[in-house]
């Protein structure tokens, strides 16, 4: 494809921060290259927890810094899912819950929760059974948009304590929240919970979705295993970066915020006449449904025919039925690309 209008992939339109490039630069030329403690440097876990734990309003324990959530997911499933444990999630669903699971000899349970994407304890309920082990949550939630309020986080708190499941809570778009007032937070399980797994990173918020860092805390005897998991996979996360990353943590990122609020709403306000859709609150995507009478994959492949790529939500759910756009990208591209979607309709 020539020049193709870019609408697939999960990747910041922006770059890592001046400040945070110029700290990498500094810690390789000072000899920051060798491994570091299986946990991570001591100062950036020190902050990370102090800082997680004013949110929540309780000390979150020790905090390990990971290859990415990626990498923090893998590691949270090998540490916690024996064969034939079941482990539920919402369909839609980020595409590494279910391979990952399989991978580790566990059932992923996908969760229907069309048509409005939202936390329906019933379902939940009724998809539980005595080998059920994990309750994974995603919010801002990839490829839908949807921000969990604080009473369906509630709600899944009381079903995790009723059958003593663990959360995991996958929470890497937390800065990118669209709907809220300013000063508030994401409702994040562990503020009831104990048993939460909280799991959020760098890639999203400062664009290094290439150097690979992310962070878990929450519930000690996993967050152990996890540990030990890292010590004989992934050894450590990458040194300079993660003194990078302290750097990181003290540069705004509202304007990115800002600006992705800006590109939702574009987005929303151009596919919403031709499309049946759900306004994103949280993340960069957006999850319309294909016009009545086609599949996901057969609408997607007649928008890659006009050049623009999206991708089917067969990749994200067991239904065909919608696609996901990434609106990380430049003002221009969404609404060039928005404008071919709809003539397709």
């Not at 921000?147 to 509630?154: D, G, I, N, R, W």
């Not at 995991?168 to 104990?194: K, N, T």
């Amino acid at each position: 494809m020539k020049d193709p209008i870019n609408l697939s992939i999960g990747l910041p339109d922006f770059d890592v921060p001046e400040a945070a490039k110029t700290a990498a630069i500094d810690a390789i030329r000072r000899g920051e290259n060798r491994y570091t403690p299986t946990q991570g440097i001591a100062p950036l876990r020190e902050r990370l927890r102090k800082e997680l734990s004013t949110e929540i309003g309780r000390d979150v324990g020790e905090v390990l810094i990971t290859n990415g959530v990626s990498g923090a997911l893998f590691l949270a499933i090998l540490g916690t899912v024996d064969p034939d444990d079941e482990a539920i999630f919402l369909d839609p669903y980020f595409v590494m819950y279910k391979h990952l699971l399989t991978l580790a000899g566990g059932k992923p349970i996908a969760v229907d929760s069309y048509p409005d994407f939202r936390f329906h304890p019933d379902r939940v309920e009724r998809a539980i059974t005595p080998r059920t082990k994990l309750l994974i949550l995603n919010s801002p939630a990839n490829p839908t948009g949807v921000v969990m309020s604080e009473a369906e986080v509630q709600a899944a708190v009381e079903i995790a304590r009723k059958h003593d499941l663990l959360i995991v809570s996958d929470e890497i778009y937390e800065p990118f929240l669209y709907d809220v007032g300013a000063g508030h937070r994401l409702p994040s399980p562990a503020r009831w919970y104990d048993k939460t797994l909280i799991l959020r990173g760098f890639s999203k918020s400062h664009a290094m979705t290439g150097w690979r860092l992310g962070y878990a805390a929450g519930y000690e005897p996993v967050v152990a295993q996890m540990t030990k998991l890292q010590q004989y996979t992934y050894v450590c996360a990458p040194s300079p970066f993660q003194h990078a990353a302290l750097a990181a943590l003290d540069i705004p990122m509202d304007q990115a915020a800002a600006a992705y609020r800006r590109k939702r709403d574009i987005v929303f306000q151009k596919l919403s006449p031709k499309f049946e859709v759900i306004k994103p609150e949280g993340a960069f995507y957006i999850f319309p449904k294909a016009p009545a009478g086609a599949s996901a994959t057969d609408f997607v492949a007649r928008a890659i025919e006009n050049n623009v790529l999206i991708i089917p939500g067969s990749v994200f759910s067991e239904r065909d039925t919608h696609f996901r756009i990434s609106y990380a990208a430049t003002d221009q591209t969404l609404e060039r690309g928005c404008d071919v979607l709809c003539s397709l309709v």
